[in-house]
Each structure stands twice: as structure tokens, then as C-alpha cells.
């Protein structure tokens, strides 16, 4: 059964096609600057990709051509090949737990949402119609990055506020990148040989959160109502004192739309440095002796051992550490500074092991007391299975 995993932001489309119950990857594409200038797109196909500049002026357009695409490389013949359209959806508020069928009445919530996520959701929602446009009989989809956390307790998704912000406002922790712990959870699960386990996996890319779980449940993750609380990120400054924002705002006369727009995206990693919020560049950096971006690096991996360390003592204890996305996944230096950071729970590192990048792989001795883990991340896996379950 052919199943379409869907990732729309405001201007581009992201996909993976795969055969499902096998798991294969058919192909893959991504297209970009939808509705602006000088937009293309790039698919990928038996290990090769190429590019094409066209105009995409909307998602409806995106989707023809990549139906196009489907048939020209005799991945489909007919439309109805379809079955499933799985589409990421970043914010699920309270109302969702799992994956749900696209229906009129989940798209005015995922809708109402938006509020809470407005660039993110509206975005989907243009997918989510465009793609029932383009590809009507296929059953469509919702996959929301905050399910996997709904089953976080008040004690640890309320936030110390008038309690009326809770009940009338709905102001709370979501969490984001549930999709991706989830799946890092059930691959660290399936390499210990177990699920009664105690979990800590850390998704650390541009966007950045770490998540307590417990005998595959999530009791706590670092994102919140948004995603720019808890850990630093590439642009986001995570968790601050929040008079700050107030202090600031005063001196310099910043209106919120402008101190939401430096919170999230001149802060961080780029905040520090001055540099950049690529870790590459941190890093170069580091090697050039710059001392901010050294002090970016000691404040952004500071900041996940404080959370590690957290979710230690909540789960009472750990069977395994995993870390995943661009930087979990690439920067050898990030994990073994954050490594080093734990060497108080027993933690051992394999230098050799942890000398590699994009592999699923144990990167701690066998005598580390907590074994820690690379494991690549798979969202777009993720969307596909959940769609073909409910494709059945
Ligand atoms: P997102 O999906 O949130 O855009 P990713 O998970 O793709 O982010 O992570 C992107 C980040 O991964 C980059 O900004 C960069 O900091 C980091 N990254 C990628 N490759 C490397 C590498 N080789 N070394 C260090 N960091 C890397």
C-alpha cells in the first residue's frame, strides 16, 4: 500500500512516499519557496536527486506536480495508488492524543488551534486541503508533535499562573517533537529488549527538546505552551526569567510582536555567539578560539545536562539516554561534551563509537552504567505508519 508522509510549512512541502507494511522509502522530495520567487523543487530517487525551478504560486500546484513526478517515475500509474496522506500538524492543543482522520471537525480544532501555533498550523491546513484537492480518495490524516505528550500529568504541564489562564485561556505545556520521541523511545526500547523502561531522549537541531519517559509514556518534556521554552536552540533563548521580557521592553521600547520575534529568533546559540545558530559554525568558531561562540557551546550543552539531570530525578533513575536530529545526530563534539557533563551517573563514552555521525549506534563502554544511544530520527516513518494503520 503506497502512503504519502506530508511536512507543509508556509512556503514549502515536504515528502517521503513510502510502500507500507515494508517500510520502504519509494521517494522523496521537497518543494520550496511556494507562493514566492524564484521557487523549485527536488526529488529524490534511487540514491540520486535532481532539481527543477517552477512556479509554485500554491500547495494545489505543489501537489499536481508531485503526482506528476509520481507517475513520470513509475512510482504510482494511477491516482488511486494513493492510500493514505499522513500531514504533520505541530500543534494539537488538548483535543488530541493520537493520530486522527482529517475530517471537517478536526480541521476547524487544528484551526482554532492556531492561536497557539498560527504559522504552523494555517500551513497545514492549506496542505491538508490542497492535497484532498489534488488526491480525493486517499484517507487523510492528522499526525500533531504534541499527542505524544498529552499524557503529561498537571503537575508537570501547569505552569505556576493564575489558574484561570489554564481553564480559560488553555495556557499550558504542549511539548513539540513528540512524533520523533516517540519513535526514538520504541528504538531504544527495541534495543534494550524491553518497554518497561526509564527513558531520557534528547532531539537537539535547530529546534531543540528533551523528554522524560517512562514504560513508553511521556511524563515530561522540555518545550511548552510553544516551543521556545527549555533547552537554548539554534535562535530560540528556551527558558529565561520572564521580567526580563518586561525590563526590556521598557528600556527600549520593544513591542511583543518585536520581543517574540528576538526571543525566537535572534537568541539562542546566534544570541551568544554573535556567529551563527548552526553548531557547524559554533564549533569553527570554538576552533578559531572565538570566545563567545566557546561560551555559546558551555551555556547550550549546560543547558541540556540541567534537563537530563531534571528528568534523572523525576523518572527515578535512567535505562538509557538517546540523542537525535542535526546536532544529536552530527556533532561529535556536542555529544561528548554532554557526555563528559554526566560522567557523575557512571556514564562512560566510547570515543571511537561516538566518532561517527548519522548512525544509529551505542556510543557509551559496556561498563558505562547508563548506556547512551545516536538514534536517527524518522517523523516521516512515524506519519506513514500511523496512516496506514488507520488506512486499515
Ligand atoms: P530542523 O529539522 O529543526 O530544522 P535539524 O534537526 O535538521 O533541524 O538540525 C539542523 C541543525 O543540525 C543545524 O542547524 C546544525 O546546527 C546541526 N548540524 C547539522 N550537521 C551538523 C554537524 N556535522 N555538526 C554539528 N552540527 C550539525
Known sequence: MKILSVNCGSSSLKFKMYEMPEE??????LFERIGEKASEYTIKLNGEKYSKEVELPNHKIAFEILVDELKKNNIIKKLDEIKGVGHRIVQGGDYFDKTVIASDDVVAKIDELATLAPLHNKAAITGINAAKEVIPNATETVVFDTAFHQTIEPVNFLYAVPYEWYTDYKVRKYGAHGTSHKYIASRLNALLGRTNTKLITCHIGSGASVSAIKDGVCIDTSM???????????TRCGDVDTSILTYMMQKKDISPKEMDTILNKKSGLLGISGVSNDSRDIEEGIAKGNERCVLA???????????????????GGVDAIAFSAGVGENSIRTRMDIMEGLKVLGIVPDVDANNSRGEEKLITTNDSKVP????????ELMIARDTYNLCN
Open 24 to 29: 520502504e522509502v519509494l521517494i522523496s522530495g
Open 372 to 379: 547512551v544511544y545516536v538514534i536517527p530520527t524518522d517523523e
Open 297 to 315: 557551546q558551555k551555556m547550550y550543552v549546560g543547558k541540556i545536562i540541567d534537563y537530563i539531570a531534571m528528568y534523572y530525578f523525576e523518572l
Open 224 to 234: 511548552g505552551l510553544t516551543p521556545n521554552a527549555g533547552l537554548i536552540m539554534g
